[in-house]
């Protein structure tokens, strides 16, 4: 019971940890007006009255982005206000006092964390509407000493209370509503059955080497901006 308590404390301080790096190296776009922004990054763009120029575009690796009737636009490290002015201006050339709204999301973050027992722990991107089940099965599914009955999906928000899901329920076709939708950076744990402690601790030292691997990516990509 004592090891189980530690365990438990462990993994806890683990995805906080996990969370204030991505929050530190990544901000919120949508929240903070200084948002530079960077490659990667998902771009609505809305052209008032305008199909046509109404789309998403992704920022490529150089910075720029493709758009009509304007062609190739270097953004990186603008504001999506300063964006707003200079789409403005251009369309101007071709529209009659243009109205322009960008929105933005960072593809790199939306990312879901499978760890645990299963066959092939990481994260997987994350797609609006994949519920627990689809990303367990990407993951190769539970492996043979995963307590099916207690399955932890931990939210990016701590706030939140951990959700425990019983898979057996789901499997057997008991309880299909427990297949929830997963959230952008949820993280899923699927413990061991009780009986199997001896390896606990290698199961910290592999959350820990996802969560460092993950965060050490978004300083590379943050020192090259």
């Known amino acids: ?16 940890l996990a969370a204030g790096a991505w929050a530190n190296q990544a901000g919120d776009p949508q929240e903070d007006e200084n948002y530079r922004i960077r490659p990667g990054d998902q ?12 789309m998403n575009v992704t920022v490529l690796g150089d910075g720029s982005v493709s758009y009509p009737l304007v062609g190739n636009l270097y953004v990186e490290g603008l504001t999506v206000s300063g964006l707003e002015d200079i789409l403005t201006e251009k369309l101007g050339q071709y529209l009659q006092r243009p109205v322009v709204v960008i929105t933005i999301g960072t593809e790199t973050l939306n990312k879901i964390y499978i760890m645990g027992h299963v066959r092939i722990p990481g994260d997987y991107s994350y797609a609006e509407g994949r519920r627990l089940t689809d990303y367990l099965a990407m993951a190769g599914g539970p492996d043979e000493v995963a307590n099916l009955k207690k399955c ?21 076709d008991k309880d299909r509503s427990q297949d929830i939708e997963l959230e952008p950076n949820d993280t899923v744990f699927l413990e061991r059955r009780s009986g199997f ?9 592999q959350i820990f080497g996802i969560i460092v691997g993950a965060t050490t990516l978004y300083f590379i990509a943050d020192r090259n901006r």
């Open 197 to 205: 402690l001896v390896t606990n601790w290698a199961e910290i030292g």
């Open 152 to 172: 932890n999906v931990y939210s990016k928000d701590f706030s939140r209370p951990r959700r425990v899901v019983n898979l057996k329920d789901i499997l057997d």
């Open 1 to 16: 019971m004592k090891r189980s308590v530690v365990f438990t404390a462990l993994l806890t301080t683990l995805l906080i």
């Open 43 to 54: 771009l609505h763009i809305y052209v008032h009255e305008n199909a046509d120029l109404t």
